[in-house]
Structures are given as C-alpha cells and as structure tokens.
C-alpha cells in the first residue's frame, strides 16, 4: 500500500508522524507499506474483464489484518450493483467499502477508522470518490469526480479545505491505502496470469498521484490456492484459484491481511462524520485581506479589539513546516494557532495570520523553497507596516517551529518591537531530520545494525543533496524517499544557521519550549539559541521552559505516547499563554504593564 509524501518534508513544525507500522498523515489519514516511486508512464494494460462479469449485486468480502497472528483489523467491501450516478451517466458500478484497525503503537493504541463510496465504469475506471477517514481526533475527507482523464477532487481535513484537479492517467484503477479490496478489484479485472510479469496503471488516493504496479510472478508454496506475486511495493499477494486475492503480506512489517472464509462473521458497517468548521471568534473585529507579489497570493484574517481606535501593537503569526491555514489546522491537526492568536488579539494586539502558500485561499508557485517561505513572511511584515491602524515600531514576529528560523532573519532586517520563537530549532534541518528519523526507527523496534545502517543511508542522502547529485528514490529507504519530493526545500534550509541567525537579532527575544517536545529539544535547541543570545551580548533575552507541554505547548504525559496526543482534541495551556501575554504586554505595551 502507498505511503503518503508530504507537500514539503516536515522535520520541525508539523506533528511528527507516528513512527510505527501504521503512519498518520497523509491527506486521508493513516498509511501501510512503502512507497511508489515517481510516476511513470504506464503500459497499456490487458483486455480487461467487466465487472457485471465477475460480481452479482449483495456480494461481499472481508479481509482480516493480522501482525504477527493477532488480529488489528478488517477491510470489507461489499458490491451494490449498477446504478445512475447521474441522468447522463448510467452505467456505473457502485461498491462501498471500510477499514477498520486497532493496534498497540508506541505509547499507546491508535485506532484508525475509513470508508468509501467508489463509484466505477464496467471495466472498474473511477468515475466517482467519497473517502472518509477518521484518525484519533482527527476527520478527512476526499470528494472526487473524474471526467476523462481528469479527477476533481474536494480534500477537507478538520475545517481547512482545498480543490485541485489531478491527471490521473490512462486506465488507472483507484487504491486507497489499507483497501485491499481496491487491489483484488484490480486483480479481477486485470486478470495476472500465473508465471507472466504484469502491469496494472494505479492511482494512490493518499498521495494523490499515478504509479504502476508491477506483479512479477513466484513460485507457488505449499497451500497456496493459485497463483503467486510479489509486486513493486514489496508486498507479496496470493491468489485463489479463482483470481480473487486471498492474502497480502508486508513482510517489513509483518503484517498480513487475510481474506475471510465464508462461514466468518463480517464486521458491521459504520459511518465516519465529518465536523463542521469551526465558527470564527464574534467578539473580535475582523478583516480578511490578500497580500500579493510576483504571482504569489498570500490570503489571511487581520482580527483586533472591537472600538479600539489609533495606532496599534501587532502580531504576525509565522507557522511551522508543513502547510497550515490561518487558524493552524495541517493535515486535519489542530495545532492550535487560533487560540494563541485570539487570545493575543483581545489583549489589545492587532494580529495578522494567513494560510500558508498553497493551502486554504493561498497561491503561488509549488516546489516551494525555504526562501519562498521566508518572502511569504516578509511581504506579510511589509503588508502590516503600511496599515495606519500598526504601529510599524511596536510590531512583534511569533515564529513556531520552522518559522522560529524565519522570525530572526526578518528580524536581522527590519527594525521591529520583538521576536518571539515557540519551540524554535537551535540545530541545522539535518541533524534534527536525522535525530527524529532514527528515533522513528528505534520505536518501531530496529536492531543496532539497521539503525547504523540507516544512519549511513541518511548521511549519504544529506551529502548527495548538499553536492546537488541527482538522487532516485528507487535508490533509497522508505524514510528518506518521501523527502525526494521536497528536495528543494530542504536543499534550501540545508544553507541556514539557526545560532548564526539569531546571534543577529537586536530587539528582545523570547524563546519558549516545552519540556516534552520530542521534535525540538529543550536541552539542545533551546540551550543553543540561549548560548547565541549570550555570546551575541544581547541586553533583552529570556528563556522559559515549560515542563509539561509538548511542541504545540499542550499538555502531554510525554514519553512514546507523545506523537500519539498530536491526534487528540487538546487546548493550548493557559500558562503558556498568560506567560507570552505578559511578556508581550512589557515590551509592546510598557504602560499596560505598569
């Protein structure tokens, strides 16, 4: 199954995935097996059969998922028949679908829920798309329809919603991932004979891309029913000898799922609710407004205190890695933005915060660089110096995560009040992706040899990038090649000096971390932005740790189970908030402070 890839690599400012067999994530939610490399232009497959060949409408099927013999879960589908999908199109084929599972990760039990409604043409191409996930806390949603070759797709994850129009390829049958019956579908229709190498033109629904499927055959072991394959995601699939796929095995993660026996009782069907966005705070006034430059469009909200006239202090809120809206939800986690960025506002602060580009009402080139995210970020500074309601001298920058590193070099620059940096890196994007990579590993159980082996590989990665050598993922691990897709960005964020950077900064500084972060450490990143703000002889520094609170600074029991708390509906602490209201308050509003 397809493992999602990220819009740009995250290392230290969106959740941290949960490093287990199960991954959270993606636009869809959760993830099993590796990943397929780049698209490639598919072959024309086979002849295929048609669906009103092989299925009768009521037929149903279930897969168990097993790890190591214990039962995690199930995919069932079931086969509705044909149907109108619309009044010009009446030859569609309607299957519904879910994965259930349950499963002990590190520090807890994650359990994952996901359904769809696929409605496909006779011989099983997607004319139609309702995917649901449900994650922990955390809902997604993707909405699709095809037309040609083209797929329109609504992707809602929590509140935040984006439309984007996908080529998917010619022939291609869809897989979600943990959706075997999207793969014994396939199968079906495709029809792999027994010894022969074959193709099937899939579409991943988590990373929203084509790849092939390439089956290249096994020798049969004793009680297999029919034929056997290992397939270009290193899954091995059995067949029967009806062509109906009997059992999947991911051998790197001793997983298997098992297709159920006709005497088994199927699980019941459930249903995934979808939240309604959350209702923008009543009591603050606001205003939507659009920065633009160079075909760039940055979209965001300017909210401050009701009646209050004059020139204001201000705020700009910059995120971290990982695209996020303006209220701080990112893959369907709320980071909690909103609340911090509220509660400033009514302490009498004007505040900007804008969806990320590429994400909500936001536009601009892909392939992002770190410097794009920079320039973003000084155009937003600009925007807010030219109101005549901001007092341009009185302006504080607030950078979470990888925007800790963008806020000093804005800073460096423009003469403003303060600079603020939550949990800010105080090491280079590599030593913290290679710490987090390898502890990923770690939890999911790997000896010393793999661990020193994929410490190699990362150090080799890192080096090729830095020399700017082509890099194939076909070359590399699973943990690396997701970062492939982002290599700009990283190349980029390679160049910078976090300490260097911050040495720079001449207005007050305060830099907040949460003892149980586990992407941005309290001992050697926020030491070592202390240590530059020393050196540096800077007469207005303080740094403040929060035993308690994790890198969103919500409370968290820590440990393993800290990733897991990234899903769970928590609210930003109090403390941690009062202590950056009053810190502001004494450097933006000296008589308020009194």
């Known amino acids: 199954m397809a493992r999602s890839a990220n819009r740009r690599a995250c290392a230290v400012g969106r959740p941290l995935l949960l490093a287990s067999v199960l991954l959270a994530g993606s636009p869809a939610g959760a993830m099993v097996g590796a990943q397929p490399g780049e698209p490639e232009p598919s072959p024309a497959p086979a002849q295929r059969r048609s669906i009103g060949d092989l299925l009768t409408p009521g037929d149903t099927a279930t897969w168990w998922v097993e790890i190591e013999g214990e039962r995690i879960g199930h995919n069932s589908t ?55 996930a449900a994650v922990s806390d955390v809902r997604s949603a993707i909405d699709a329809v095809v037309e040609g070759s083209t797929m329109t797709a609504r992707i809602r994850q929590g509140p935040s919603e984006r439309r984007q129009e996908i080529e998917l390829g010619d022939e291609v049958i869809l897989l979600a991932n943990n959706f075997v019956s999207h793969l014994d579908l396939a199968l079906a229709v495709s029809a792999p004979q027994a010894g022969q190498q074959a193709t099937i033109p899939l579409f991943s629904v988590n990373v929203l891309r084509p790849f092939p499927l390439v089956l290249t055959p096994l020798e049969s072991e004793e009680g297999d029913p029919g034929a056997r394959f290992r397939d270009s995601l290193g899954e091995t699939l059995v067949l029967d000898a009806r062509g109906r796929l009997e059992r999947v095995e991911v051998p790197a993660q001793k997983l298997v799922f098992r297709r159920a026996a006709a005497d088994e009782a199927a699980p019941e069907w459930f249903e995934i609710d979808l939240p309604g966005a959350r209702a923008p705070a009543t009591d603050l006034e606001r205003e939507d407004v659009t920065i633009e430059y160079d075909g760039v469009s940055i979209a965001g909200s300017v909210t401050k205190p009701p009646d209050v006239g004059g020139r204001l202090p201000a705020v700009f809120f910059i995120s971290g890695s990982g695209g996020q809206d303006r209220e701080g939800n990112s893959s369907g986690v709320d980071v909690g933005t909103w609340e911090i960025l509220d509660r400033l506002t009514r302490e009498g602060f004007l505040v900007l915060r804008v969806d990320d580009r590429g994400v909500g009402e936001s536009t601009g080139p892909g392939n992002v660089t770190f410097d794009d995210l920079v320039e973003d970020a000084r155009q937003a500074v600009q925007y807010l110096r030219g109101r005549d309601d901001v007092d341009a001298s009185r302006i504080a920058l607030l950078g979470h995560s990888e925007g800790g590193q963008t806020a000093p070099i804005l800073a460096a620059e423009m003469d403003l009040g303060a600079v603020v940096l939550l949990a800010a890196p105080g090491r280079p994007v590599t030593t913290l992706l290679r710490e987090q990579l390898l502890r990923g590993k770690e939890l999911m159980g790997a000896s010393d040899e793999e661990l020193t082996a994929l410490a190699a590989q990362i150090d080799s990665f890192f080096a090729a990038l830095s020399r700017g050598e082509e890099v194939s993922v076909d070359d590399l691990p699973p943990e690396l090649a997701a970062f492939v897709g982002g290599r700009a960005w990283l190349e980029s964020h390679m160049r910078q000096d976090p300490v260097a950077n911050l040495a720079r900064v001449e207005e007050p500084v305060l830099i907040l971390q949460g003892g149980r972060d586990v992407q941005v450490l309290a001992d050697r990143d926020a030491t070592a932005l202390e240590a530059a703000l020393e050196a540096a002889g800077h007469p207005d520094f303080e740094l403040v740790v929060l035993p308690q609170l994790d890198h969103l600074f919500k409370r968290t029991e820590g440990g393993d189970g800290a990733a897991l708390d990234y899903l769970k509906d928590r609210p930003v602490d109090e403390e941690f908030l009062d202590l950056l209201v009053a810190w502001l308050k004494a450097r933006l509003m000296p008589a308020a402070a009194q």
């Open 78 to 132: 079931r086969y509705e028949g044909p149907v109108a999908l619309s009044g010009e199109l009446t030859g569609a084929h309607l299957f519904r679908e879910q994965v259930e599972l349950d499963a002990e990760v590190p520090g807890g039990r994650l359990v994952q829920r996901y359904t769809t409604r696929l409605w496909t043409d006779a011989h099983a191409r997607p004319l139609r798309l309702e995917f649901r």
